[in-house]
């Protein structure tokens, strides 16, 4: 100590000189205050620590003393205060649980606190209700092997969620299942399942197996709320290694099949950089909070970090056309759409003075011959911003407000050129399957 004070007295020479040491849990300050105008020798030191108890300190998750003054601090027990700490995650078990911890971010909801256990937790949590699936593979009766996948389990009744093109063979209109499909649980356990429902377009199925007793199964989350950037996990069966978990950050959260070089109707997909392989699909994508937040079903060959995910929005709204019809119904107006933003719209009335003054809305540039919309009067260059009575400006709004009306008339408003607002009543009908 002694050593420690003469350099502070030859330091304290320099004029001006002022230093300050805080010790933040301790309370702790230690400082010297030197004369403007002298270079004496005359140096004093003032120590103020308030100490909290031992009980106290205990109770906050940190750990690892980074530096202390020693056997210079009074000891409770057997151990010193240190005075600075690094923070780690609790032990499993511990008494000090989640609600308990304190926030890194000034948050008041310490599930979005990220610490080295918040990815064990999250796949814990779904872990036990997500299964293998082994599917027969063959042609003319004859068995080549067997096809795999994974699956979730989302009621304990042995209600399965998984991706339609693992378990069901499409030819057409018509679904045929692959055959007896055999499932594996997490601890091991093995049941039969069939194919409940199926959906081509969105790649969805539900898989039932008989069990007499309750199964864990898994809670579903909410997608529309992950941003680009959050973290999630994805759990599942690749190359049928069960219990495989791998993590990741959400890349883009409305990926359009058209992005991916995908025909057919429109669809939306979350991207991840989650390493995922063939027996993934099916599987469920989960965020931190361990709820599912999307379907695993399809990756980029030949390239990393490209990673696409079934929404679990979409996912809710298909299982419940299941669980009314038992299977999707799809209404079709016959109208090629595209999302207007302001760099958009600024570009088109660049080009034509004549185009509506809009702040947003959905640009329609093509009508189907003999659609519902051109039976309504619809024309290319018209510009949708009420839908049924709301105002709209995506793609998706109006295909949200349609859901499921096949055969309802609904209002549109459309604006066209030189600002003429008019107002269609149209009628959709069922898409077409093989479309």
Known sequence: M??????????????LFRLVTVAALGSGVLYSNANNDSCSEDIRFHVSLSLTTRQDLLLVPWCVPLFSFGSLLPAVGKDPF???????????????????????D???????????????????????????????????GVTMGKSIGSG???????????????????????????????????????FEGTVVNADLHSDIAIVKIKTK??????????????????????LGCPLSLQ?????????????????LGLGGMRREYLQ??????VGNSGGPLVNMDGEVVGVNNMKALAADGLSFSVPIDSV???IDHFKKRGRVVRPWLGLKMIDLNALIIAQLKERDSSFPNVDRGVLVPMVTPGSPADCAGFRPGDVVTEFDGKPVGSIKEIIDLMDDKVGIPIKVVVKRAMNAVTTLTVTPEEANPDM
């Not at 064990?120 to 593979?137: F, Q, R, T």
């Open 2 to 15: 002694s050593h420690f004070l003469s350099k502070l007295g030859n330091i304290s020479k320099k004029p």
């Open 82 to 104: 240190p005075l600075h700490f690094s923070r780690v995650a609790p032990a499993t078990g511990s008494s000090a649980d989640t609600d308990s911890q304190f926030p890194t």
């Open 106 to 140: 000034g948050c008041s909801n310490c599930s979005r606190c990220f610490t080295r256990d918040t990815i064990a937790n999250a796949a814990a949590k779904v872990g036990p209700a997500v299964v293998n699936l082994s599917v027969p593979k063959g042609i003319y």
């Open 152 to 190: 979730t389990i989302i009621d304990p009744d042995g209600t399965i969620l998984t991706c339609a093109h693992v378990v069901v063979d499409f030819q057409g209109v018509r679904a045929s299942s692959k055959g007896n499909i055999e499932v594996t649980m997490q601890d091991g356990r093995t």
């Open 213 to 234: 007793t309750s199964l864990p199964a898994a809670k579903l989350g909410v997608s529309n709320e992950l941003r680009p950037g959050d973290w999630v996990i994805a």
């Open 243 to 259: 219990n495989t978990v791998t993590a990741g950050i959400v890349s883009c959260v409305d990926r359009k099949s058209s992005d």
């Open 272 to 277: 991840t950089d989650c390493p995922i392989n």
């Open 316 to 318: 809710i709204k298909i």
